[in-house]
Structure formats: C-alpha cells, structure tokens
C-alpha cells in the first residue's frame, strides 16, 4: 500500500503522486482525514479504500487506471466524496454497508465497471456529477435504501458494447431519483427491478431503449419526467403494481406506456 493510515485522526495527505501500489490509499479506522489533489495511478486493487472509517474528505485528486478507484466498505460514513476525477479503472466508486456518505461534483468516466455502485448502503447522496461511458452510470443493489440521486449527467457516447442502464435499482426500495439528465442507453434509462416505493421525478430520459422500465416493483411515483426518442417510454411488467405516473412529458417514441401484468 502506498500510504496506510491506521486509527489515525486529522492527517492531510496532498498533492502527491501514488503510483503501482496494491492499494493507493488505505484508511483503516481512520476519521477527520483529508485526501486532496493526489495522482492516484496503476495500483492493482482501489486508489482509495476506506474500511470502518468516516468524517473523511475525498477532493479533486486524479485517480486513474487503477483496479477500482475509490471502495468504502464496513460502515464507513459521513465521508464526502467530490471534485474527483475518476477514469479508466475498473470500478468508479463503490459502497458496500457504508451510509450517510456525500458523492458530488465528481467526473466518473470511461470505467470497465459501474460508475457508481452501491451495495447494502442507505441515506447516501449521489449528486451532480458528470457519470459517462461507463458499463452503467448508477446502480444500487441488495437493500440499499433511502438513497438519493440527483441533478446527475449520465451520459453513454462511444462504448457500444455496454452502457446497459443509467440508473439501475435491484432489491432496493424507498428510494428519490430525481432531476437527472439521462441520454442513450442501450436497456433502459432508468430501471427498477423488486425495488419498491420509490419517487422518480423530474428526469429528462432521452434515446433509451426504454426511457423508464418497471419491473416486479410497487408502489413508486413516475411525476413530471420528460421522456422522449425511446423505443418504449415508461413499461411495467410483472407484477409491478400500485405505481403512479402523473404529468409526465412523452414526446417522439415509438411506444407511450406499456403495461405487461401490471
């Protein structure tokens, strides 16, 4: 590891670059930290993992080419992630059992793996970030809840083979997705799959190939999204009952709503 911080408190580490480690950057039961304008490059596992440690700021460093780029794992929390620059690594950013961590203003692009994926993690908040060209922008997984995804760019240009979904929920309920622009997706821009009781409003969806996919999920509230240039717009199936869709904006696609044993 290029710099390993175990319980420890108020450190700085800056402007430094971090090259051809296992880990970049590792903070082990470590709060209060500050990792600011670091070239984290080519280590074989994350630029940045942080396990059981929180209160620590992630801001406007380089992280490239590395296994995966930044890993919060094991209640890891209040951590703010922002300004980054995140390309070329396997994953962007993951959080796994990590909650009340802040991502914003980060640029997330070109990763073989999701932009942002997080994994048994609640009341985290995903915001204005810049996610492109990506295998998909964001997902949430297994009882991730309470999460909020807002005034994001998510962006799929160039990688033909992936860029699967946008924003992707699985077995993960009451969640806000909201105020996001979404452009060309190959499966949908935005999808709920067994993901209950979530709040999907003010997002402009466009080229998708379904603009919002519903399935096997309840109980969640499609409001005042634009959605146009999809080969389906909004499409329930399975299941998928109890949901709202009022003042929605459909323009250009070759089919509106479809409901499928809805």
């Known amino acids: 590891t290029g710099i390993h911080l175990l319980n420890r408190e108020n450190v700085a580490i800056r402007n430094t670059q971090i090259k051809t480690f296992s880990y970049g950057i590792m903070l082990n039961s470590s709060s209060n930290n500050q990792i600011n304008g670091n070239s984290i490059i080519e280590n074989h596992g994350a630029g940045i993992y942080l396990y059981y440690s929180s209160n620590n700021t992630i801001k406007g460093n380089n992280i490239t080419d590395n296994g995966n780029s930044i890993v919060l794992v094991s209640f890891s929390k209040y951590n703010n992630i922002s300004e980054n620059n995140i390309a070329n690594n396997g994953y962007g950013i993951i959080l ?23 994994i048994y993690s609640i009341n985290n908040s995903i915001k204005e970030n ?60 935005i999808m709920l799959r067994n993901s209950s009781n979530s709040n999907i409003s003010g997002n402009n969806v466009r080229n998708e190939g379904t603009g919002i996919n519903i399935y096997s999920s309840s109980n969640s509230r499609i409001i005042g999204n634009n959605l146009a240039n999809s080969t389906f717009c909004i499409s329930l199936s399975l299941n998928s009952n109890y949901n709202s869709i009022i003042g929605n904006n459909i323009t250009n696609n070759r089919r509106g709503i479809n409901l499928y044993s809805a």
């Open 96 to 118: 796994r059992d990590s909650s009340n961590n802040r991502i914003n203003g980060n640029n997330i692009m070109k990763n073989q793996g999701d932009g942002v994926f997080l």
């Open 130 to 189: 810049n996610v492109t060209d990506n295998s998909n922008g964001i997902v949430l997984g297994h009882y991730s809840r309470y999460n909020s995804i807002s005034e994001n760019n998510i962006v799929a240009n160039n990688r033909v083979v992936n860029n699967g979904y946008g924003i992707h929920l699985w077995d993960s309920s009451s969640n806000s997705i909201s105020g996001n622009n979404i452009t060309t997706h190959r499966f949908a821009g």
